[in-house]
């Protein structure tokens, strides 16, 4: 080999183990910063970063926040591996929810565009806004939680919605109408916006009650105005609270005018069909006539949330603030039957109990004991019952559930005592 050759290889070793050796150093420093940080009180900051950054992954973004999970767990600390593992778990969730085809939903979806300045109609004797006009940078940008079935049915539309041209092509027609139904406070409204500003498109927001005059006709009028008013945009029309006008007409309390107005919005459904998306929300299904389901070719129901679902929210709600796995369970667990607006409110009370009490052990049962005190409609009655009971029948429920299994070092962090204590209790109760 020449000589020369032969130094041009001794240089680039040379360098390559230089590189090397710097890369080696620093990736030490950077997972010794990591588990500084994470073992330190500033932990809620990196994990307030590492959100927002996660609210629009790239697989760079998940790839350095895998790292910073990995040497979190190699240190030791779980409770923080965990946390940051249901970030990762959440952003993939918004990720297999969100669009893939937005370009065309927004080249196929017909009308003039709305703008901030856009005047919306009327009630000319009152002169209030028949609706509201909301762009997708106002709505939130992560999607209600639902079971995994409800979430494959929302990316089923979302993609039929993408993909109206690929549909029109082989001669079919996408579903542009879609009727959410449930219990209130399970996320019937949030999903509905959220859904529109995947498609990149604004909101005409439509609360029917608004739409009713006691002025004989009126509210005919304002629904016939409305409905022209979206069918020139370029829109989704949500009519909210559905069944304040779309009850029964055969319904002996009702009077001709409001079978009128059912009539006046049937035709406006059947005029919109061709013309733009259209989602309705009702707490009430029962009250609707029969012929306004059978002008939404989705019909989508949002049930209660089943306890891993709730856990899932109840992680989602009490951010920043990082408890442990069991805390949450337990918040689920006696939530049992509840909307997630309901488990907001209890993770409300419980953030609002760490921020008071942040120099204290914080104990779970006092905090729901108040809740249920407070708030005895939002809890099943069952559980409220339990929640006052003898503290031996209490944690052995806790420890022997097949939801919960909690350990009894789990319900004296819970209880606020130590895990002999919980151990004498319950075993006083067997004998």
Known sequence: MPAATVQQFHHIVHQTAFTTQQIYVREHYRNDFAQRCCNLEHFPIIQALCRAALSQPTPAIRKQ???????????????????????????????????????????H????????????????ETAAALAEIIFPPDVRPQPPIFDEAIEIAVQSIIEEWNNLSILEENGMQPSRSCLIYGPPGTGK???????????????????????????????????????AFANKYRCVLLLDEFDAVAKLRDDPQEVGEIKRVVNALLQNLDSRRDVGITIG???????????????????????????????QIARNFIAPFKVSESHLKLIAWFTEGATGAEIESIVRTYKRSLISKADEPIKLLETLRRFATLNSARLDPSRRELLFSDAAQLFRIMHQDEQLCLSYEEIGSIAGKDKSTISRTVGKKAE
Request: proline share 7%; no cysteine; net charge positive.
């Open 189 to 227: 409204t949030r999903l509905a916006m959220w859904m529109a500003s995947q498609l990149d498109i604004p909101v005409i927001l439509v609360r029917i009650d608004g739409l009713i005059s006691s002025f004989l006709g009126t509210t005919a009028r304002n629904i016939g105005n409305l409905f």
């Open 109 to 124: 979806v017909p009308g003039e565009t709305l703008t901030r300045n856009t005047p919306v109609p009327v009630d000319r």
């Open 281 to 311: 929300i009702t707490n009430h299904p029962k009250l609707l006539d029969p012929a306004v389901w059978r002008r939404f070719e989705v019909q989508l129901e949002i049930p209660r949330p089943k306890f891993d679902v709730r856990v």
């Open 65 to 107: 926040v895998e790292r910073l999970r990995d040497a979190v767990a190699r240190d030791g600390d779980t409770k923080s591996s965990g946390v940051l593992s249901g970030l990762l778990t959440a952003a993939e969730r918004t990720v297999e929810l969100g669009p893939s085809r937005i370009a065309q939903s927004r080249a």
